[in-house]
């Protein structure tokens, strides 16, 4: 009976520790935040001596524009679509492929249509919904996979050596015939598995793949477009439960939208908030920084002004003790807001912010690209915040 107990009391504790959840690793933790079925990347694993495009005399791969300006490349494009309607040779299969994303009853629909003709007559015409968890970007480049295999086949029926695919998606038509890492790869991938079955079987056998300016009144990609849009009424089929390039989208858009709200929340519980910038934070940086006249050193004192960590007698003196914050106005704290709005030494420069509001107020001068301006022009020419001698030692008491 002893002896029971005894082993009871010893395994209780034992079984609680085995209870407790161990913590994450980062790698599981990071792991945790991804979804299982993610659309999946893996190495492609060749030899350096072998090039990307096995095929360089039958595979091309033509993303430039053939004209300086849209009209003037459709043109060209046109042409060469006459020539491959006409088909003199009878050896010419021409097919057109596109991409859509949409909304239909609130909820998203993204999908792809494709076209392929022999000479005049449209032997093929295709949609394919891939779900709401896509992007247009995974639509254009499964559309060219998928038209390369149903081409191949018709090529085959017909007995044509040359398949032609026109898309209007540059970035698309670039990546498609690059099997290395990066999103939609698995489309790539089924793109060489189409050309290998195509190309392998004769040597004078040829596809090329080649950008053409959308919206410019070409009838084939006005076809696929139109195509693609009634892959909306479509049942969605998608190989993965949702694309890298949805997932980076709908975690960007949710970064940001949590970005805001802390930004929000965080300026107004600052006392200094007024000269932050009223704009949550963005991928593209302000204009003020963008597309500055000011050279960069003054944009990076503009950066130290907006923040206060830069040379100024209240911020040195946080972190040394020893330094004087006062102005040398007699100003017990020496800060930015001081040195343009109040400072007596900077008072012949202040008509250059006064101009732009003459009631200072922070949201117009700090809001405002003509107020960031002014106050750009203000640090340039009164040299504040610019590093200059020691700060003074504070005095003993």
């Known amino acids: 009976m002893l002896n029971h107990s005894y082993e009871h009391c010893a395994e209780a504790p034992l079984l609680r520790l085995e209870s407790r959840p161990n913590p994450k690793s980062p790698i599981a933790f990071a792991a945790s935040l991804s979804h299982p079925d993610t659309e999946f990347i893996t190495p492609y694993l060749v030899h350096p001596s072998k090039p990307t495009n096995p095929w360089p005399e039958q595979l091309e791969i033509d993303e430039k524009s053939p004209g300086t300006t849209k009209k003037a490349a459709a043109k060209v494009i046109q042409n060469e679509i006459d020539i491959a309607e006409a088909n003199p040779r009878g050896d010419t299969v021409h097919s057109f492929s596109d991409g859509h994303a949409g909304v239909l009853n609130g909820i998203p629909k993204v999908g792809l249509g494709f076209v392929v003709k022999y000479g005049h007559k449209i032997l093929a015409r295709h949609s394919h919904g891939i779900g709401p968890r896509a992007n247009i970007y995974d639509a254009e480049m499964l559309g060219i996979?998928?038209?390369?295999?149903?081409?191949?086949?018709?090529?085959?029926?017909?007995?044509?050596?040359?398949?032609?695919?026109?898309?209007?998606?540059?970035?698309?038509?670039?990546?498609?015939?690059?099997?290395?890492?990066?999103?939609?790869?698995?489309?790539?991938?089924?793109?060489?598995?189409?050309?290998?079955?195509?190309?392998?079987?004769?040597?004078?056998?040829?596809?090329?793949?080649?950008?053409?300016?959308?919206?410019?009144?070409?009838?084939?990609?006005?076809?696929?477009?139109?195509?693609?849009?009634?892959?909306?009424?479509?049942?969605?089929?998608?190989?993965?439960?949702?694309?890298?390039?949805?997932?980076?989208?709908?975690?960007?858009?949710?970064?940001?939208?949590?970005?805001?709200?802390?930004?929000?929340?965080?300026?107004?519980?600052?006392?200094?908030?007024?000269?932050?910038?009223?704009?949550?934070?963005?991928?593209?940086?302000?204009?003020?920084?963008?597309?500055?006249?000011?050279?960069?050193?003054?944009?990076?004192?503009?950066?130290?002004?907006?923040?206060?960590?830069?040379f100024y007698g209240e911020y040195s003196a946080r972190f040394h003790p020893h330094i004087d914050p006062q102005c040398p106005c007699g100003e017990p704290k020496q800060t930015p807001e001081h040195l343009l709005m109040f400072c007596p030494d900077t008072e012949k420069f202040r008509h250059i912010i006064t101009d732009v509001s003459p009631d200072r107020s922070w949201e117009e001068i700090f809001g405002t690209l003509p107020g960031l301006e002014a106050v750009s022009e203000s640090i340039l020419k009164s040299g504040i915040g610019k590093c200059r001698d020691p700060p003074a030692v504070a005095q003993p008491l």
């Open 145 to 310: 996979a998928l038209c390369l295999g149903k081409s191949a086949q018709i090529a085959e029926q017909v007995q044509a050596t040359r398949i032609q695919i026109y898309c209007d998606n540059q970035a698309a038509v670039k990546a498609i015939a690059t099997p290395q890492r990066h999103p939609a790869q698995y489309a790539a991938r089924i793109f060489h598995q189409h050309a290998h079955s195509f190309l392998s079987k004769d040597p004078s056998q040829h596809i090329l793949v080649k950008w053409i300016p959308g919206h410019s009144k070409i009838a084939g990609n006005e076809m696929a477009d139109e195509t693609a849009k009634r892959s909306e009424t479509l049942r969605p089929s998608s190989i993965f439960n949702r694309t890298i390039t949805w997932s980076r989208a709908n975690y960007t858009k949710r970064a940001t939208k949590s970005w805001r709200k802390v930004w929000d929340e965080h300026t107004y519980s600052r006392p200094d908030s007024g000269t932050y910038i009223p704009r949550a934070p963005s991928h593209k940086l302000h204009p003020i920084f963008n597309h500055s006249k000011f050279s960069r050193n003054l944009q990076c004192q503009l950066v130290q002004f907006l923040t206060g960590h830069g």
